[in-house]
Nanobody, 121 residues
Framework: VQLQASGGGLVQPGGSLRVSCAAS????????IGWFRQAPGKEREWVSC????????RYADSVRGRFTISRDYAKNTINLQMNSLKPEDTAVYYC???????????????WGQGTQVTVSS
């Protein structure tokens, strides 16, 4: 199983960006997929997760109401739509797979390379 995050970039505060997690070797209906982020000098932080089989989504308090996680069945990707972005959202964003929507990164496997999101004017 390989996961690959993409779609990062530079955006102004208040702007929007969508990052995507593509998978090879697995149907994204089966595992839970989590999004994490890591800013320079900080620990990796859980952001959101989706468990399509149980129609479950979860969000960290810091992003709830601004970020939306979803499943794109046509492209077999998990997307994270990020609106009303703030400078503190700047980080490398990673996706990973797990058996359920856990908050702890050590419970996730199949980490892919991250994608940089920078929120700055």
């Amino acid at each position: 199983v390989q996961l690959q995050a993409s779609g990062g970039g530079l955006v102004q505060p208040g702007g929007s960006l969508r990052v995507s997690c593509a998978a090879s070797g697995i149907n994204l209906d089966y595992p839970a997929i989590g999004w994490f982020r890591q800013a320079p000098g900080k620990e990796r932080e859980w952001v959101s997760c989706i468990f399509p089989r149980l129609n479950t989504t979860r969000y960290a308090d810091s992003v709830r109401g601004r970020f939306t996680i979803s499943r794109d069945y046509a492209k077999n990707t998990i997307n994270l739509q990020m609106n009303s972005l703030k400078p503190e959202d700047t980080a490398v964003y990673y996706c990973a797979a797990a058996g359920a929507c856990y908050h702890h990164d050590y419970l996730y496997t199949s980490w892919g390379q991250g994608t940089q999101v920078t929120v700055s004017s």
